[in-house]
C-alpha cells in the first residue's frame, strides 16, 4: 500500500517502489481539493488526518496485506491453481471473423 484517500485527503507512505526500500518511507498528506498536483505536503500541519488515515490503513493492511510492512493480510488467500488449465475460448481458423479493412491484403491504405 503506497496511499490511501478519504473525501479531499490523500496519505502517501510510500511514493513509488524507489521509496519502499527507505528505512523511513515518504510521508505526504495532500489535500487534493486545493492541491490536485499534490505539491504541497501538509503532513505536519493535520496530524488528526494523518492519525485518521493511518488507522484506516491499518485496517486494509490486516485484510489485504502490505508488502512494504510486510504485513501478510488475514482476507488473503493462495493464487488458485488447475491441474489441467484449458483455454475458455478456441480459435476456429475456418471461422470468418471480423477484420479490419486495413488488415486485409487487398486494401491500400496509403491512398495511391
Excluded at 38 to 53: K, S, Y
Amino acid at each position: 500500500m503506497e496511499a490511501i484517500r478519504k473525501g479531499k485527503w490523500k496519505l502517501h507512505f510510500a511514493k513509488g517502489a524507489m521509496f519502499a526500500r527507505l528505512p523511513d518511507p515518504l510521508n505526504g498528506l495532500y489535500d487534493l481539493e486545493t492541491d490536485i498536483g499534490e505539491e504541497h505536503n501538509v503532513f505536519d500541519q493535520h496530524p488528526d488526518i494523518v492519525q485518521e488515515l493511518r488507522a484506516a490503513a491499518d485496517t486494509m493492511r490486516q485484510d489485504l496485506g502490505d508488502s512494504l510492512t510486510g504485513v501478510s493480510g488475514n482476507g488473503c488467500r493462495p493464487i488458485g491453481r488447475v491441474d489441467n488449465p484449458k483455454p475458455l475460448a478456441v480459435y476456429n481458423e475456418s471461422h470468418p471473423y471480423i477484420v479490419a479493412a486495413y488488415d486485409t491484403p487487398d486494401t491500400n491504405v496509403m491512398g495511391g
